[in-house]
């Protein structure tokens, strides 16, 4: 049988078997063998992939029964060849020719097969890749999923590649780790996405940090923490309490499966200062608290971390109509109020400043009252008479 045939046979083979040379497929191990690792792809043709493209540190990474993902890359002897990625050692092992090596590199641009290769170089714009001994230039926007921060970190670190341009015969070759790393993420999503309801809990990382909120990953995909839903204390700034890379504990508040949108609450894991306040917050009592925000209709007091109250403007002052709540108090500033009336379901305190001269007049009125009822009592004379002996007494 000529070759030619033999070649024409075994692409026929795989043809009628469903299979396409460039085709990412998910297969189980079914065999192992001294040089290859046997699959099944589901199909009437048997896959097989080098052993060594399956052994870490000297190991086999799988056993009969595994899932794994692969490429196809041809056919052979009536079964399928398949790779996870085209190069790195095992290829390099096998000695191909500089020629042979860029009909692999071109047929990998052509199927959309990942190649392995090292970073070697930093240069302008980019990285400078081996892939089985030849160059290859990856931007530097094509590194990392998001910005490349310290390019150094990458050197002489191995990697799976997308070639994204093949050209000149293999003399301009550019590749993306990007693109891969896009690809994984997608398809990390898609299984994270398929087991999320509302209420998990998942410790995550801080993606990203904006005015309105920050992202945090939760394995694969990113969900939004609204500013109003970091903390029960009032953040005007979420860059003030959560940092890039920092690990916090989030719930699912929210899905939107079809915008792909999550939304997450960091204040919903802690324990809620409103429990405490309906208890403690009882009508008619005084106590301190902080403006933090003063509106046209009043001021919004802060009486505990969490938990804030309304002093309507009709409440600012007993002695005269305030047009400003500005007259009275500063945003910052320390205030004496009075719990008017608390609303735990619509979770509202309505407050009343406390004016602390006004109390002190009402003291000296009701000891001159106090004073003038015993000098009509005693027949000691006027009031001024009773107050001169008040003061001889001191």
């Known amino acids: 049988m000529s070759d030619d045939f033999e070649s024409m046979l075994d692409e026929s083979f795989a043809a009628d078997a469903g299979i396409s040379p460039g085709e990412k497929i998910e297969v189980t191990v079914v065999s192992i063998g001294a040089d290859h690792v046997f699959l099944d792809l589901g199909t009437r043709a048997e896959g097989m992939i080098p052993r060594e493209e399956l052994t870490v540190e000297g190991e086999l990474s799988v056993a009969i029964g595994d899932r794994i993902t692969v490429f196809t890359t041809g056919s052979r002897d009536g079964a399928v060849e398949c790779a996870r990625t085209i190069g790195g050692a095992s290829s390099m092992d096998r000695g191909l020719d500089k020629e042979a090596l860029m009909e692999k590199i071109s047929e990998a641009h052509d199927a959309?097969?990942?190649?392995?290769?090292?970073?070697?170089?930093?240069?302008?714009?980019?990285?400078?890749?081996?892939?089985?001994?030849?160059?290859?230039?990856?931007?530097?926007?094509?590194?990392?999923?998001?910005?490349?921060?310290?390019?150094?970190?990458?050197?002489?670190?191995?990697?799976?590649?997308?070639?994204?341009?093949?050209?000149?015969?293999?003399?301009?070759?550019?590749?993306?780790?990007?693109?891969?790393?896009?690809?994984?993420?997608?398809?990390?999503?898609?299984?994270?996405?398929?087991?999320?309801?509302?209420?998990?809990?998942?410790?995550?990382?801080?993606?990203?940090?904006?005015?309105?909120?920050a992202f945090v990953d939760i394995g694969g995909i990113d969900g939004l923490v609204h500013v109003s839903e970091i903390s029960h204390t009032r953040v005007e700034d979420p860059k003030e309490v959560l940092d890039v890379g920092q690990k916090v504990r989030v719930q699912i508040k929210d899905l939107n499966h079809s915008d792909k949108k999550i939304s997450l609450s960091l204040k919903s894991l802690e324990t809620d200062p409103w429990s405490d306040a309906v208890s403690e917050f009882t009508s008619g009592r005084v106590m301190k608290g902080v403006v933090t925000r003063i509106v046209q209709f009043g001021a919004f007091v802060e009486l505990m971390p969490g938990v804030e109250g309304l002093v309507h403007i009709s409440q600012m002052s007993q002695e005269k109509r305030i047009s400003n709540p500005r007259e009275v108090v500063s945003q910052g500033g320390d205030v004496k109020v009075k719990v008017l009336e608390i609303d735990p379901d619509r979770r509202r305190i309505s407050l009343a400043i406390v004016d602390e001269n006004a109390q002190d007049e009402a003291a000296v009125t009701r000891d001159l009252q106090e004073l003038q009822a015993k000098a009509s009592k005693s027949g000691m004379g006027t009031l001024g008479d009773l107050l001169k002996g008040s003061i001889k007494k001191k």
């Open 112 to 213: 959309g097969i990942p190649v392995e290769g090292i970073v070697k170089e930093v240069n302008k714009g980019g990285f400078s890749v081996s892939i089985m001994g030849v160059r290859a230039f990856c931007p530097v926007s094509q590194i990392e999923r998001g910005f490349c921060e310290t390019p150094e970190d990458h050197l002489e670190k191995t990697y799976s590649f997308s070639i994204i341009k093949y050209e000149e015969g293999g003399r301009n070759v550019v590749v993306s780790r990007r693109r891969i790393l896009e690809q994984e993420a997608e398809e990390t999503a898609a299984e994270v996405w398929g087991g999320l309801k509302e209420g998990d809990i998942f410790d995550g990382t801080v993606s990203s940090v904006q005015k309105y909120g």
